[in-house]
DNA sequence: CTAGGGTTAG
């Protein structure tokens, strides 16, 4: 009996409390004017008058109570946040969920979608597993139980912890609750956003399994999503999928499609994002600007301009108008190639038909200057810009650095990162890639080491690009080896290497004479999921010409061909020089090389 | 909650 314990240890005033406590709750839950009454504090919301009520009442049993009265389900939810934050204590979970369930059965969804919004905000121990064992044992409807888990999925995917949303939607599986298009298609969309392609994949199957029919968002979002990881066969697949749940594509289904092949390292990828526009028109889905935008872009990224231009010029003959995104693409692709009079001609257009010059033009043109070693132009153009009411971004300043930093004028790109500085605008990862990128070019490896850690102490984290500029730059210098212990550290720090990082590492091992340390990376990268791109071709197609090993270079040739991958510049030159100038005809179709 | 344009690494 705690009255002998508190007797025994002299703590009087305590046993006081203790049965005024307890004299409390009897009265309150014996007496139904009490009940009210407390009721009809929250419902008023007078705090400070049921603050007094309460105090000699353990505010847990009072949520109890209210549970188990009649007491509605609103002033319930009310009198829970309330207390929370008055006693700052955390009511069980399951009261929590039990609180949910009252509001889900009285539909109350708005409420209930609040709740979880601060809950999945500020409640950072829950782990979802107790969180689903607390929805299950505190309510009993299956509906009402499948909403909550349903808005609670939602509620992690808008704030931010699409792993969170992943698992409780994985979980909501396993206990059966059916969820809803209303918290999948964002799920599915923030998966794409975060490149989580498989984790993808695994909910959109799902959602078919467990017939939550997908809707025409759904099928739209997950062809997007396996276009960004290449998977373009598998998007075909989709179009297919949607016929059986009767589902027609849209024209956002075939854009995305169509972008998806021009964005696609192939060869006749061009050819592809044709035929499927055909058929598009051939299913009754007119083209929009937003089509056409796609393949002038895709025509200019492949290094064909004069084809974009007369998909721009078909596109007018359609009576549809060219926007701001059509001149970027177009100025852009213009620039690249160092054709300064031909895109001033389109400017000069744009502006004639009303359209005003933005950020991404301005960048477009000033990074033309850069790469086109035009630094006087390019910096011209920068100071244009605020004259004509635009703002430099953290994009524009990046293109800047990296401008004078080719240009080998390492001190002017630092000082350009003290003005953007001075001017409210953050460096970001970007910026420190472009100077790190600067001074590993300069040989100043030392410095690039100093930048990197500079940036831990700014709450920027280096990114795979960061760890590819290293990883090249010690490569370059014949230190392979110290390149693969980054491989192995930017595995721990959980960043995925890119083609570019195994490409690299093959080309030091070549460059090494070390063609078995080149093929084992190549081993490597296809583990970590990454198929043989033509850089890695052309690398150890160079690396077996090196060492006489013309058979085997030639192939590795086949090999590439097969696999549809376009040759490029490189190739070509390396087979000239390499294979060609020493003798050896390539067993190739001959008209790949009239270039 | 779905499609298009600009920067860094091979």
Redesign the pocket.
């Known amino acids: 009996m705690p009255t002998e314990v508190n007797i025994f240890c002299g703590k009087i005033p305590h046993l006081i409390i203790f049965l005024r406590n307890k004299q409390a709750l009897r009265l309150f839950s014996s007496s139904s004017t009490d009940s009210s009454t407390i009721a009809n504090l929250v419902a008023k919301q007078h705090w400070s008058k049921l603050k007094t009520h309460l105090q000699n009442t353990n505010p847990k049993a009072l949520l109890h109570q209210l549970l188990t009265s009649e007491a509605d389900s609103e002033l319930t939810l009310r009198y829970l946040t309330w207390s929370q934050k008055e006693f700052k204590l955390s009511h069980s979970l399951e009261l929590t969920f039990r609180t949910l369930h009252s509001l889900a059965c009285a539909k109350k969804y708005s409420k209930i979608r609040s709740f979880l919004d601060n809950f999945v905000k500020n409640e950072k121990n829950y782990s979802v597993s107790s969180i689903f064992h607390a929805i299950s044992v505190g309510g009993d409807s299956f509906c009402a139980n499948s909403i909550i888990v349903d808005m609670l999925v939602l509620a992690y995917v ?1 704030n931010l912890k699409t792993h969170l949303g992943y698992e409780a939607f994985r979980r909501a599986g396993d206990y059966g609750f059916k969820l809803s ?2 918290s999948c ?2 799920l599915l ?1 923030a998966l794409v956003k975060e490149l989580e392609i498989s984790k993808m994949e695994v909910v959109y199957k799902e959602m078919i399994k467990r017939r939550i029919g997908p ?3 759904s099928f ?2 997950v062809i ?1 999503g396996l276009c960004k990881a290449g998977k373009l066969n598998k998007a075909s697949d989709v179009i297919e999928d949607m016929k059986v749940w009767g589902v027609s594509p849209n ?2 289904t075939y ?2 499609l169509i ?1 998806g092949y021009c964005k696609m390292g192939k060869i006749g990828k061009m050819y592809k994002a044709d035929a499927t526009l055909k058929e598009m028109v051939a299913n009754g889905i007119c083209p ?4 056409f ?2 393949l002038i ?1 895709g025509f200019c990224k492949d290094g064909n301009v004069s084809a974009a231009m007369k998909v721009f010029a078909e596109m007018q003959s359609q009576g549809l108008k060219p ?4 001149y ?2 177009l100025i ?1 692709g213009l620039c690249c190639d160092g054709k300064f009079g031909e895109a001033t001609v389109l400017w000069d257009q744009m502006i004639g038909l009303g359209l005003k010059p ?4 301005y ?2 043109l000033i ?1 033309g200057f850069c790469k086109n070693k035009m630094v006087v132009e390019a910096s011209d153009s920068f100071n244009d810009m605020p004259k004509q009411g635009i703002a430099h ?1 953290v ?2 300043y ?2 800047l650095i ?1 401008g004078y930093c080719k240009a080998g004028r390492i001190e002017d790109a630092f000082a350009v990162r003290i003005t953007m500085m001075g001017r409210g605008i953050c460096p970001n ?2 910026t420190y ?2 100077l790190i ?1 600067g001074l590993c070019r300069k040989g100043d490896v030392e410095a690039a080491w100093n930048l990197m850690d500079e940036m831990v102490g700014k709450d920027l984290r280096a990114d ?2 960061t760890y ?2 290293l990883i ?1 730059s010690l490569c370059s210098k014949g230190e392979s080896r110290k390149a693969m212990r980054l491989l192995d550290e930017m595995s721990r720090k959980g960043l995925k290497p ?3 990082t195994y ?2 590492l093959m ?1 030091g091992y070549c460059n090494e004479g070390n063609l078995r340390a080149a093929l084992n990376v190549r081993t490597r990268m296809e583990k970590g999921g990454k198929q043989a ?1 033509v ?1 890695t071709y052309n690398v150890l197609i160079k690396g077996f010409c090196r060492k006489g090993r013309l058979e085997d270079a030639n192939k590795l040739l086949n090999e590439m061909l097969e696999k549809g991958l376009v040759p490029n510049r490189m190739t070509y030159e390396i087979v000239r020089e390499e294979m060609i100038e020493k003798g050896f005809i390539p067993d190739i179709e001959g008209h790949l090389f009239n270039v």
């Open positions: 808008k298009v209303i298609n964002p969309s809707s025409l968002i739209n979002v997007n024209v956002i854009n995305t972008d929009n600007e937003v089509t935008n796609i872009d926007n701001v995104v059509t970027n693409s852009n933005n950020v991404i033009t960048n477009s990074n971004n994009t524009t990046n293109i990296d990862v970007s890639n472009c990128a795979v690009v590819n500029i090249d890119s083609h570019v490409n690299s080309d791109n850089v």
